[in-house]
């Protein structure tokens, strides 16, 4: 049976054994939902990002206007994309809030996963239009004016893109969001771009009007292993893959709690930014069910702990003399009417 693992509150001078995992910090589980705080960080990124993204290419639009240059042309429609790309994002963040209901029972963290397939399209669409500008370059060599502009507005972009990369992708790691991570790559490579610019229009200065296309066709290969890897990483949420390592906790946090005989099936989904975890474990066989429903509490209570990104777990119970899928498995019976079936 499944025994209930009801919300609990704890502080620092719980008489428990695992002080060591709280990190001095007062804390609970299940009252106020970790999700909460973690969703408020990232919609604080995706607006200061926002922020950044278009001033740095409004900043270069100005340049472009002057300047004709069509690679700077090409880096300033891909910072105004990425900043675009802040809209999906924001609007995952603030659904994540809402709550669970009857038809969305799991609420709604799996939008930011969706948000993140716009981001690594995105990244693909940038890549193209890498490729075909500097392919057209090579072919269609043209003169840039205000050389020393061009080298600006393309540093500008560098350093634009490269602050709001790194605020995305660290704060992104801490709260496990895969869609912020793969957007901050995407602010990346429209970084590499603007440096490719720089290199171009050096190039231009120095006499080698085709170091432009050539040094953008190696950043275009760059961009196109960034959407690789951003798209291994959020196809792989959606087909509910975990890194196996989580699997491996949850089994290793089960020798921290006494009375946990063995642990018989996990299962492990992320939902946005939170993992939400099912799992079975066996108990003695001679235990109260008052008994069993405490090493359960205590069992979750203990992964709360040890994963970082966990936001719930239904701990199901069953005993020594009936453990395993095989005791959960009826056999080829009918009724109603129905074919012969089993379940």
Do not use: C
Request: hydrophobic share 45%; proline share 3%; glycine share 8%.
């Amino acid at each position: 049976m499944i025994l209930p693992t009801e919300n609990h509150e704890h502080h620092e001078d719980d008489d428990h054994d695992h002080h060591n995992h709280h990190h001095g910090h007062t804390h609970t589980h299940g009252i106020v939902d970790p999700s909460i705080l973690t969703t408020e960080q990232g919609i604080r990124v995706v607006k200061w990002s926002f922020a950044g993204l278009f001033v740095t290419a409004s900043i270069q639009v100005i340049i472009v206007y002057y300047s004709g240059s069509i690679a700077l042309l090409a880096d300033t429609i891909h910072n105004f994309g990425d900043a675009l790309t802040a809209i999906p994002l924001l609007f995952a963040f603030m659904l994540a809030k809402w709550k669970p209901t009857k038809r969305f029972t799991y609420g709604y963290g799996r939008v930011e996963d969706l948000a993140g397939v716009f981001v690594v399209l995105m990244i693909l669409v940038s890549a193209l239009v890498a490729g075909y500008v500097s392919i057209d370059r090579l072919f269609h060599p043209q003169e840039v004016t205000f050389l020393w502009a061009v080298a600006a507005a393309a540093i500008v972009g560098f350093i634009g893109n490269e602050g709001v990369a790194q605020l995305r992708i660290r704060v992104g790691k801490e709260i496990g969001s895969a869609a912020l991570i793969a957007d901050g790559y995407h602010a990346r490579t429209d970084g590499w771009t603007s440096l490719a610019v720089l290199i171009g229009a050096t190039g231009v200065y120095l006499g080698f009007p085709l170091a432009d296309p050539v040094i953008g066709l190696i950043i275009t290969v760059m961009i196109f292993w960034i959407v690789w890897d951003s798209a291994k990483m959020i196809f792989t949420r959606l087909l509910d893959g975990v890194d196996p390592a989580v699997t491996d906790e949850i089994r290793h946090t089960a020798g921290h709690v006494k009375g946990v005989v063995e642990i018989t099936e996990v299962r492990i989904r992320w939902l946005g930014h939170r993992l939400h975890a099912e799992i079975n474990i066996t108990v003695g066989s001679s235990l109260s069910v008052e008994s069993g429903h405490a090493i359960a509490k205590e069992f979750r209570h203990e992964l709360l702990h040890h994963l970082r990104y966990l936001s719930d777990a239904t701990i199901h119970v069953d005993p020594v003399s009936a453990s395993g899928q095989d005791y959960h498995h009826i056999a080829e019976h009918d009724h109603d009417g129905l074919p012969v079936h089993s379940h």
